[in-house]
């Protein structure tokens, strides 16, 4: 009660030079007025002594709810690649009250990624993903630190494993099979995103549990749902509980449905290393798996205490996260592949001349094909650039105060940071003929593979690029192959497919067209 007197004591010195209109609204009650001068001298005290910033510039931001403009509908790439047209190529905007800092050149992202890449590593300890990733303890959502990097390197041995072993050709091959054997089974015209779902998780369940599906198996359908409404429930926007922690204590009923879908996923994942590990024969690695069943004995077996940062519930997470970040990601890339062959003839028949002549027709195209298949390489190094997968990457945090652009402007610690993928991969200023599909932008004079464009970077750059690029890019490339191998992908008749993104929601993604396809080679 001291304290209180005090204040109340110091508050009627105050009140004599306060002028009548403003001591009207002081309340009388002492308990009151202390909290009221408490909370003034706080933010006066906050004003006064915060550090102040030469921040990035950006558009006005209100307080507490932010840009509501920028975050609420729409396209954020494509509305970056404006903005940055107005407020410069690093620029600030406010998501709620959290402070985001968007990059949209190379030699700032490069500044970030690589020169900085110790302090902008980090990533934002996003409210949903620490809910729904039970601790948010996984590669994706880890925090940057010693955790993070001991599950990584685990899970890109497991990885390297599994390409080096000779089961990568085989996988592919089969699920690319069984694929173009569905495919040709359709009567009449049909959508083919539900088939570049079973390419790619045939794919990623053959690498991470060994298992194979078939299109009409009761297990793939449950995980095709989950997954349709896993993407359905995230591209509705922002949740508000990321933003606004009261909305937390009320959750929305797309949050609590979020939250049953990611469950049920986990159920599934837990049920498959359960039987993996059943099996298990250390020492025996045949999946990815079994090598991450291996790594948890080794560390344990160095003693409990190494066990901090990889328990038996990190190999959920990253199980979880391979089919997470490896399916939507390549299944989204083949669907743009599919319309740019059915839309554009001409391409789709150079890949076939290609494949024919490098390949042949009585066997599938394999990865010592791939220096070989240049041009086919070109049109996915084209099709990835036009309909980025991963548009505005996966948000990085400021572990410190840092600073952007050569020091120009400072960055405080704890800044969400966007890279924009596709922004970069679809600025005039960068390309020629941006909005045109010219696969030889990416070749030499001799029609072979030229240096990687800096400004093609689908996959991010530094400590946290994509840890499935090693993986995704023969992947794909041996998918189109052979797709273009086995099959003449034409549009439904009478229709002629708009190449164009679709302009809604967060990712970029192709209007849905119908194709029809038709056997190239006798089965
Ligand atoms: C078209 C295919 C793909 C694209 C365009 C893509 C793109 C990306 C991007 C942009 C990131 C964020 C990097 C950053 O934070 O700066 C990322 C992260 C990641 N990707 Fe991919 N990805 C693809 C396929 C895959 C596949 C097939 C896997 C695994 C099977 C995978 C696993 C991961 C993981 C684990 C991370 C998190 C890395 C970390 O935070 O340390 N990705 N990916």
Same mark, same amino acid.
């Given at each position: 009660?001291?304290?209180?007197?005090?204040?109340?004591?110091?508050?009627?010195?105050?009140?004599?030079?306060?002028?009548?209109?403003?001591?009207?609204?002081?309340?009388?009650?002492?308990?009151?007025?202390?909290?009221?001068?408490?909370?003034?001298?706080?933010?006066?005290?906050?004003?006064?002594?915060?550090?102040?910033?030469?921040?990035?510039?950006?558009?006005?931001?209100?307080?507490?709810?932010?840009?509501?403009?920028?975050?609420?509908? /729409? +396209?954020?790439?494509? #509305?970056?690649?404006?903005?940055?047209? *107005?407020?410069?190529? !690093?620029?600030?905007?406010?998501? @709620? $009250?959290?402070?985001?800092?968007?990059?949209?050149?190379?030699?700032?992202?490069?500044?970030?990624?690589?020169?900085?890449?110790?302090?902008?590593?980090?990533?934002?300890?996003?409210?949903?993903?620490?809910?729904?990733?039970?601790?948010?303890?996984?590669?994706?959502?880890?925090?940057?630190?010693?955790?993070?990097?001991?599950?990584?390197?685990?899970?890109?041995?497991?990885?390297?494993?599994?390409?080096?072993? /000779? +089961?990568?050709?085989? #996988?592919?091959?089969?699920?690319?099979? *069984?694929?173009?054997? !569905?495919?040709?089974?359709?009567? @009449? $015209?049909?959508?083919?995103?539900?088939?570049?779902?079973?390419?790619?998780?045939?794919?990623?369940?053959?690498?991470?549990?060994?298992?194979?599906?078939?299109?009409?198996?009761?297990?793939?359908?449950?995980?095709?749902?989950?997954?349709?409404?896993?993407?359905?429930?995230?591209?509705?926007?922002?949740?508000?509980?990321?933003?606004?922690?009261?909305?937390?204590?009320?959750?929305?009923?797309?949050?609590?449905?979020?939250?049953?879908?990611? #469950?049920?996923?986990?159920?599934?994942?837990?049920?498959?290393?359960?039987?993996?590990?059943?099996?298990?024969?250390?020492?025996?690695?045949?999946?990815?798996?079994?090598?991450?069943?291996?790594?948890?004995?080794?560390?344990?077996?160095?003693?409990?205490?190494?066990?901090?940062?990889?328990?038996?519930?990190?190999?959920?997470?990253?199980?979880?996260?391979?089919?997470?970040?490896?399916?939507?990601?390549?299944?989204?890339?083949?669907?743009?592949?599919?319309?740019?062959?059915?839309?554009?003839?001409?391409?789709?028949?150079?890949?076939?001349?290609?494949?024919?002549?490098?390949?042949?027709?009585?066997?599938?195209?394999?990865?010592?094909?791939?220096?070989?298949?240049?041009?086919?390489?070109?049109?996915?190094?084209?099709?990835?650039?036009?309909?980025?997968?991963?548009?505005?990457?996966?948000?990085?945090?400021?572990?410190?105060?840092?600073?952007?652009?050569?020091?120009?402007?400072?960055?405080?610690?704890?800044?969400?940071?966007?890279?924009?993928?596709?922004?970069?991969?679809?600025?005039?200023?960068?390309?020629?003929?941006?909005?045109?599909?010219?696969?030889?932008?990416?070749?030499?004079?001799?029609?072979?593979?030229?240096?990687?464009?800096?400004?093609?970077?689908?996959?991010?750059?530094?400590?946290?690029?994509?840890?499935?690029?090693?993986?995704?890019?023969?992947?794909?490339?041996?998918?189109?192959?052979?797709?273009?191998?086995?099959?003449?992908?034409?549009?439904?008749?009478?229709?002629?497919?708009?190449?164009?993104?679709?302009?809604?929601?967060?990712?970029?993604?192709?209007?849905?067209?119908?194709?029809?396809?038709?056997?190239?080679?006798?089965?």
């Amino acid at each position: 009660m001291a304290i209180i007197d005090s204040i109340n004591h110091i508050l009627e010195e105050l009140v004599k030079y306060i002028p009548d209109v403003v001591y009207d609204y002081i309340p009388e009650s002492k308990i009151s007025r202390s909290l009221l001068i408490g909370a003034a001298t706080g933010a006066l005290a906050y004003l006064i002594f915060k550090k102040r910033y030469r921040l990035p510039p950006g558009p006005f931001a209100w307080p507490l709810i932010g840009n509501t403009e920028v975050y609420r509908k /729409g +396209n954020l790439a494509k #509305k970056f690649l404006k903005m940055s047209k *107005k407020y410069g190529q !690093a620029f600030m905007f406010y998501m @709620g $009250p959290i402070r985001c800092l968007i990059l949209n050149r190379i030699d700032v992202i490069n500044e970030a990624l690589l020169t900085k890449g110790a302090n902008y590593s980090d990533r934002f300890p996003i409210y949903s993903n620490e809910i729904l990733f039970e601790g948010g303890e996984d590669i994706i959502n880890g925090r940057y630190g010693t955790g993070w990097k001991l599950r990584r390197k685990i899970a890109g041995r497991a990885m390297r494993l599994f390409m080096v072993s /000779g +089961n990568f050709n085989i #996988k592919v091959e089969e699920a690319v099979s *069984k694929t173009v054997e !569905a495919m040709l089974n359709e009567k @009449g $015209p049909f959508d083919p995103k539900p088939y570049m779902f079973f390419t790619t998780l045939n794919i990623l369940g053959g690498m991470v549990f060994g298992t194979k599906y078939e299109y009409n198996d009761e297990n793939y359908l449950d995980l095709l749902n989950s997954f349709e409404e896993m993407a359905k429930v995230g591209s509705e926007g922002v949740f508000l509980e990321n933003m606004f922690p009261p909305a937390r204590w009320f959750p929305s009923n797309r949050f609590k449905h979020a939250i049953q879908l990611v #469950k049920h996923f986990l159920d599934i994942m837990r049920s498959n290393i359960e039987r993996i590990e059943g099996q298990f024969v250390p020492g025996k690695i045949t999946n990815f798996t079994e090598s991450l069943l291996q790594a948890e004995k080794e560390i344990r077996e160095e003693g409990e205490e190494n066990m901090t940062h990889f328990k038996h519930h990190h190999i959920v997470l990253i199980v979880f996260d391979m089919f997470l970040a490896g399916n939507d990601t390549s299944r989204q890339t083949l669907y743009w592949a599919l319309m740019y062959m059915a839309g554009l003839p001409g391409v789709q028949k150079k890949i076939q001349d290609e494949v024919d002549s490098v390949v042949g027709n009585d066997r599938y195209p394999t990865t010592s094909d791939r220096e070989n298949l240049s041009y086919t390489d070109a049109v996915l190094h084209e099709i990835m650039r036009l309909g980025t997968a991963v548009p505005v990457g996966v948000p990085h945090m400021t572990s410190c105060d840092t600073t952007i652009d050569n020091g120009k402007y400072e960055v405080p610690k704890d800044t969400m940071v966007f890279i924009n993928h596709w922004g970069i991969q679809n600025d005039p200023d960068n390309w020629e003929e941006v909005d045109k599909f010219k696969p030889e932008r990416f070749l030499d004079s001799d029609g072979k593979m030229a240096p990687k464009p800096e400004n093609w970077l689908p996959f991010s750059a530094g400590r946290r690029v994509c840890l499935g690029e090693p993986m995704a890019k023969p992947e794909l490339h041996l998918i189109l192959a052979g797709f273009c191998q086995r099959l003449l992908i034409e549009p439904e008749p009478g229709k002629t497919i708009n190449l164009e993104p679709m302009d809604n929601g967060l990712v970029i993604s192709p209007h849905p067209y119908k194709i029809v396809v038709k056997p190239r080679i006798k089965p």
